[in-house]
């Protein structure tokens, strides 16, 4: 996993001029085009016309239903439409298996991080969605957050996570009101848990090593699944639009415009309302403004953003 986060971390570097294209022109063919999309998917980018043919991402609607979230990994369909001689309306549609890498997007970078976390589906249990995220646990009950050995709350208990912990004698000035929080990675989800692992002591990593006391709470660093309710995380740079969420794992999924908890447009100052999902390196999360869609790349550093 650390080797994955470096190349992350210089991608998004090399991508962020690609993200000044957050919102393009689409082709005038597009309008009509929505008119003819199948029941059940949503519209998403027009992403390509080809003489005349048009291509118009789209999705199912229930991609942004914690019930039944959508997948990076799923197979991917597009609506491929006949245009007029000028390619400016759509004369007839047809939905069709999508074939190859979009060309005309920023996603083909993720897209072999994200084939790397499919290759190790097999090194999770059965039906894991794999996910690479970071995030913290928000249980604020003092026994701590139960770590189970299935996703079920009538599972075995392998350990728990700390409550959010306070130095007693001091700490940093920085120390977030509410305490630390017990962070770890996201590694996958399964109807409502996540499967963690690498859960580390409660502030820790921000504090002087001197000072951080030795009877501080320790937690469960094995693996194991915690409910997705219980569960926060920091929204970071995914090197895709900002201001919003898709609503499909994908960039070119229909964007829909969210606010920070405080206002201003949705971006790597603070976190969801809500973790609910996730597919890969996306997050399913719902924005304090109610807006429920996918958000690329979370974090759990509790100091800083994640920018």
Same mark, same amino acid.
């Given at each position: 996993?650390?080797?994955?986060?470096?190349?992350?971390? =210089?991608?998004?570097? !090399?991508?962020?001029? @690609?993200?000044?294209?957050?919102?393009?022109?689409?082709?005038?063919?597009?309008?009509?085009? %929505?008119?003819?999309?199948?029941?059940?998917?949503?519209?998403?980018?027009?992403? &390509? *016309?080809?003489?005349?043919?048009?291509?118009?991402?789209?999705?199912? !609607?229930?991609?942004?239903?914690?019930? /039944?979230?959508?997948?990076?990994?799923? @197979?991917?369909?597009? +609506?491929?439409?006949? $245009? *007029?001689?000028?390619?400016?309306?759509?004369? =007839?549609?047809?939905?069709?298996?999508? *074939?190859?890498?979009?060309?005309?997007?920023?996603?083909?970078?993720?897209?072999?991080?994200?084939?790397?976390?499919?290759?190790?589906?097999? /090194?999770?249990?059965?039906?894991?969605?794999?996910?690479?995220?970071? @995030?913290?646990? %928000?249980?604020?009950?003092?026994?701590? +957050?139960?770590?189970?050995?299935?996703?079920?709350?009538?599972? &075995?208990?392998?350990?728990?996570?700390?409550?959010?912990?306070? $130095?007693?004698?001091?700490?940093?000035?920085?120390?977030?009101?509410?305490?630390?929080? /017990?962070?770890?990675?996201? %590694?996958?989800?399964?109807?409502? #848990?996540? $499967?963690?692992?690498? @859960?580390?002591?409660?502030?820790?990593?921000?504090?002087?090593?001197?000072?951080?006391? &030795?009877?501080?709470?320790?937690?469960?660093?094995?693996?194991? #699944?915690?409910?997705?309710?219980?569960?926060?995380?920091?929204?970071?740079?995914?090197?895709?639009?900002?201001?919003?969420?898709?609503?499909?794992?994908?960039?070119?999924?229909? #964007?829909?415009?969210?606010?920070?908890?405080?206002?201003?447009? +949705?971006?790597?100052?603070?976190?969801?309302?809500?973790?609910?999902?996730?597919?890969?390196?996306?997050?399913?999360?719902?924005?304090?403004?109610?807006?429920?869609? #996918?958000?690329?790349?979370?974090?759990?550093?509790? !100091?800083?953003?994640? =920018?």
């Amino acid at each position: 996993m650390p080797t994955i986060r470096l190349f992350v971390a =210089s991608m998004l570097c !090399v991508a962020a001029a @690609a993200v000044a294209r957050a919102e393009e022109t689409e082709p005038a063919w597009r309008a009509s085009a %929505i008119a003819m999309v199948p029941s059940g998917f949503v519209a998403g980018a027009a992403y &390509r *016309t080809d003489g005349s043919s048009g291509y118009l991402a789209v999705y199912p !609607v229930t991609s942004n239903d914690p019930k /039944t979230p959508g997948s990076v990994f799923a @197979a991917r369909q597009a +609506l491929v439409v006949t $245009l *007029t001689p000028d390619a400016t309306r759509a004369v =007839s549609a047809e939905l069709k298996p999508r *074939t190859g890498p979009d060309p005309d997007n920023d996603d083909s970078d993720f897209a072999k991080l994200h084939a790397d976390l499919a290759a190790k589906r097999a /090194t999770l249990p059965g039906g894991t969605e794999p996910c690479d995220l970071g @995030a913290w646990s %928000i249980d604020k009950d003092t026994s701590g +957050l139960n770590v189970r050995a299935e996703p079920s709350a009538k599972a &075995r208990v392998l350990g728990t996570l700390p409550a959010p912990y306070r $130095l007693k004698l001091g700490g940093r000035e920085n120390t977030p009101d509410g305490g630390w929080l /017990t962070e770890f990675r996201i %590694i996958g989800f399964k109807d409502g #848990w996540f $499967l963690i692992e690498g @859960a580390t002591p409660p502030g820790k990593d921000y504090e002087d090593e001197k000072q951080y006391p &030795r009877s501080a709470p320790k937690p469960y660093a094995g693996r194991g #699944w915690v409910a997705s309710n219980k569960v926060g995380a920091s929204y970071a740079n995914g090197a895709t639009r900002m201001g919003g969420l898709f609503q499909a794992p994908f960039v070119d999924a229909k #964007w829909m415009p969210a606010e920070r908890e405080l206002g201003g447009a +949705l971006d790597t100052d603070g976190g969801p309302k809500r973790l609910l999902a996730c597919s890969g390196f996306w997050g399913l999360v719902e924005s304090h403004d109610g807006v429920r869609g #996918w958000w690329r790349s979370l974090c759990s550093n509790q !100091v800083t953003n994640c =920018s």
